[in-house]
């Protein structure tokens, strides 16, 4: 059976182009537009691994990923965030003050985009 990854991200465009070349990859693809629909869906599925976008409206990635780590059911899903936040004091904050497992800046690569995940899903 084949990852499930959830794509959070208010772009369409950034969900489709990363749902392309995921499923090309052979993943499965949870896709979501938004936090709240993001803490829903994560009620019904239980993906490998969540790509996470920062800054969104209504509930951002900071506050996605708080609701995530506190849940007993979702805490153990490694969290990667991809973002246009690309100074380096955004990346620093993200992997070592909050934790989060990976981070991914857009414009990102193929090549990248396919490492990042490879090396955060478990197993």
């Not at 936090?35 to 920062?54: H, M, N, V, Y």
């Not at 973002?83 to 380096?88: H, L, P, R, V």
Request: aromatic share 4%; charged share 30%; proline share 5%.
């Amino acid at each position: 059976m084949c990852a499930k990854i959830m794509i959070i991200d208010d772009e369409p465009d950034t969900v489709d182009l990363v749902a392309l070349v995921l499923t090309n990859e052979g993943y499965g693809i949870i896709p979501v537009y938004d936090g709240r629909s993001a803490l829903d869906k994560l009620k019904e599925e239980k993906p490998d691994l969540i790509l996470l976008d920062i800054m969104m409206p209504g509930i951002d990635g900071w506050g996605v990923y708080q609701a995530i780590r506190e849940n007993e059911d979702t805490k153990d899903i490694p969290v990667v965030m991809l973002t246009a936040k690309s100074q380096s004091i955004d990346k620093m904050i993200g992997l070592h003050v909050v934790g989060v497992d990976g981070y991914i800046t857009k414009p990102f690569g193929r090549r990248e985009l396919i490492e990042g995940v490879k090396k955060h899903l478990k197993g």
